[in-house]
C-alpha cells in the first residue's frame, strides 16, 4: 500500500511540473513575440536612419560641388 501511495505522489509531482512547465513555455513563447516584433521595429528604424544617412550625404556631395563651381 506504501508503494502505491508514493507512485501516486511521483505522479502528482511529475504533474504539477508538467503543468509549471506548460506555463512557463507559453510565458516564455509570448516573450520571443514580445522580443521578435521590438526587433522587427528596430530594424525598420535602422533602415530608416539609413535612407536618411544617404539622402543627407548627397545633398552634402551637390553642395560641395555647387561650391566647388562658384570657385572656379
Do not use: F, G, P, Y
Not at 15 to 20: H, L, N, P, T, Y
Not at 21 to 45: H, M
Not at 47 to 55: I, R
Amino acid at each position: 500500500m506504501d508503494r502505491l501511495k508514493n507512485l501516486e505522489e511521483k505522479i502528482a509531482t511529475a504533474v504539477d511540473r508538467v503543468k509549471a512547465l506548460k506555463e512557463e513555455k507559453i510565458s516564455l513563447e509570448r516573450k520571443i513575440r514580445e522580443l521578435e516584433a521590438l526587433l522587427d521595429d528596430k530594424n525598420r528604424e535602422v533602415e530608416s536612419l539609413k535612407d536618411e544617412k544617404t539622402s543627407i550625404k548627397s545633398q552634402v556631395e551637390e553642395l560641395l560641388e555647387e561650391l566647388e563651381t562658384l570657385e572656379i
